[in-house]
């Protein structure tokens, strides 16, 4: 595989990732906010500096992402109890109840992209794999 190659499946691996969460009249964050917004949703109450550790995005450019979103209503921040000084964020309850309500399963998604439950299944457990190697 050469880079190009390796950019566009990376571009495709986020447009069906996209498809997961989103319905056509869906206002679309962009790709940076959805990787906070799946950040927060897999680890409510986590601190800006924990996203930035996993994002892997700077700590200005995660704030700037977390302000807008919580101006959105999608998230909310809050002190955190424990130490006063950090500052939590939360996914909102429009953003569970949305998440919950408009997801269609990968496998979904993936069989109508590539036209079948059972290549669908077979390309989830090639990218399970790559990202056990990958996501280390």
């Given at each position: 595989?050469?880079?190009?190659?390796?950019?566009?499946?990376?571009r495709r691996l986020v447009k069906l990732s996209r498809q997961v969460?989103?319905?056509?009249?869906?206002?679309?964050?962009?790709?940076?906010?959805?990787?906070?917004?799946?950040?927060?949703?897999?680890?409510?109450?986590?601190?800006?500096?924990?996203?930035?550790?996993?994002?892997?995005?700077?700590?200005?450019?995660?704030?700037?992402?977390?302000?807008?979103?919580?101006?959105?209503?999608?998230?909310?921040?809050?002190?955190?109890?424990?130490?006063?000084?950090?500052?939590?964020?939360?996914?909102?309850?429009?953003?569970?109840?949305?998440?919950?309500?408009?997801?269609?399963?990968?496998?979904?998604?993936?069989?109508?992209?590539?036209?079948?439950?059972?290549?669908?299944?077979?390309?989830?457990?090639?990218?399970?794999?790559?990202?056990?190697?990958?996501?280390?």
């Amino acid at each position: 595989m050469d880079r190009q190659r390796m950019h566009r499946l990376g571009r495709r691996l986020v447009k069906l990732s996209r498809q997961v969460h989103l319905e056509p009249q869906d206002v679309t964050p962009s790709p940076a906010e959805e990787l906070i917004l799946g950040d927060v949703m897999l680890y409510p109450g986590s601190a800006v500096a924990d996203v930035v550790k996993r994002t892997g995005f700077t700590q200005g450019y995660v704030s700037k992402c977390v302000a807008a979103l919580t101006d959105q209503g999608l998230l909310t921040t809050g002190v955190d109890p424990a130490d006063r000084r950090r500052i939590v964020i939360e996914p909102s309850v429009m953003l569970v109840s949305a998440t919950r309500r408009r997801t269609p399963p990968l496998t979904d998604v993936l069989s109508d992209a590539l036209g079948g439950e059972a290549s669908a299944t077979e390309v989830m457990a090639m990218l399970d794999e790559l990202a056990e190697l990958l996501l280390r």
